[in-house]
């Protein structure tokens, strides 16, 4: 192993540490730096926690980075199962929120 992949594991490592001491997914969000619906977390939360979880499985982060691209796809995919109809056509996906 290299040093560079030895760092990224030890990264990676310290952010799991991280986020398995949040007590809630507000903290979860904040942490990365995510802006979030108060009244939507505390409805769907759990949802948006399993759907950050399955994207870390297939995923396998290396940096902040990783993780907060797996968590705010997994926030974005619940917002938008639950978006009315009507309000679905300002959304266009989870690439462009990466972009912002």
């Known amino acids: 192993m290299t040093t560079d992949s030895n760092t990224d594991a030890a990264q990676a490592t310290k952010i799991a540490a991280q986020i398995h001491s949040m007590s809630n997914m507000a903290e979860l969000l904040t942490l990365f730096e995510i802006g979030f619906n108060t009244t939507f977390i505390e409805r769907h939360g759990k949802e ?6 399955g994207h870390v499985l297939q995923q396998q982060p290396a940096d902040w980075f990783d993780y907060r691209r797996c968590l705010k796809r997994a926030y ?3 917002q938008r199962d639950y978006m009315r109809l009507e309000g679905r056509a300002t959304c266009h996906g989870c690439t462009s929120c990466d972009r912002r």
């Open 48 to 53: 948006v926690y399993k759907r950050f979880n």
């Open 76 to 78: 974005c995919h619940i």
